[in-house]
């Protein structure tokens, strides 16, 4: 995968980048990037690409040997209710016996296809095609044919590159979702409705944009929508990697407001994800993939009081004597239980 530099794209990536849409603060601010990359793979996209197919052929063939199993298992029962059938019917009925199911072929003819790509194959692209034996219905296709391997390959590759603090070798192709492009377009104008208020053509320029670098009507488009775990929000790399630079740095230089006093400040902000998308645009035919990722969060200051030190106090014990009982109840004398003493 190689990234593809686009002028336009860059512009509408900076104009989402950190942009605010309420005030100050508690402010909702949206970060938007848009990038582009060629399907050509490197050499290192290579390698890690047949690494991913040898553990897609290995899933699959432990798929074929599970419904083969259930198959044999599934005619050993037929078989059985029709021996037990047989035993039951009068004698003189019994004029010839149901046929043996023969054996099952489908788990020895996959293991031979297996066997005879593996001695000449060192590329992914040799690797089998299993769509003639079985068939696992995803939101990328039949993960069966090697076509939607490759695919999934693709989108994996997308996401670490465009993603490099995360590895995503372990997404599944039920982790996909297959949207239309118009179903695709309503959703996110849905979701930057504000944005178009900042500036009213965003929208339009957003849509020629994409459509002047992918092709629109040549693309098809899927959605990376993990269930959600026990382990916490899949989709947390997406807000970490879109915000983490800039809430940080922008936390160091926040205005005081007219109700901020000279004895306050405000502490970094506590970031609270409200939504965020992931659309891949793939155009099969000029070999390339759009990734647009957006996040929408909610920046919340609270306010320190700052403590001068005028406002601290040290004492020291008292020279009194320590069996004196009678406390000092006269606070302009000295403070009670010591003498005040300054710090410099």
Known sequence: MKYLHNDALSELTTFLTDLPLGGEISQRVLYG????????????????????????????????????ALKQATRKRSQSAGVFEEMSMPLAKVGRRNRSCSFDTTHRELKAELAGVRQRSDRMTELPDFSKTIVIPSGLGNFAEQGTRRL??????????????????????????????????DRINKRLSDVALHKETFLKDLWTT????????????????????????????LTQTLTENHVRNNSLNVPPDDTTSGTESLSQPSITTIWSFNYFFVNKTAKRILLFTCVEIMKSHQRE????DDDFAVYVPSTADANETDFDLDPDSAPAGGVSISLF
């Open 33 to 68: 990037r848009l990038e582009a990359f060629s399907m050509k793979r490197g050499s290192d996209d290579k390698r890690y690409a047949f690494k991913l197919g040898e553990k897609f052929v290995a899933s699959l063939e432990t798929f074929a040997t599970d419904v083969s």
């Open 152 to 185: 999934m390959t693709d989108l994996i590759l997308t996401l670490n590159m465009s993603f490099p603090d995360f590895d995503f070798a372990a997404v599944q192709p039920s982790d996909f979702v297959n949207l239309s492009v118009q179903k695709t377009m």
């Open 210 to 237: 994409i459509d002047s670098v992918m092709k629109l009507s040549e693309c098809d488009v899927f959605c990376y929508q993990p269930a959600v775990s026990d382990d916490g929000d899949p989709m947390a790399f």
């Open 305 to 308: 009081e700052l403590i001068g």
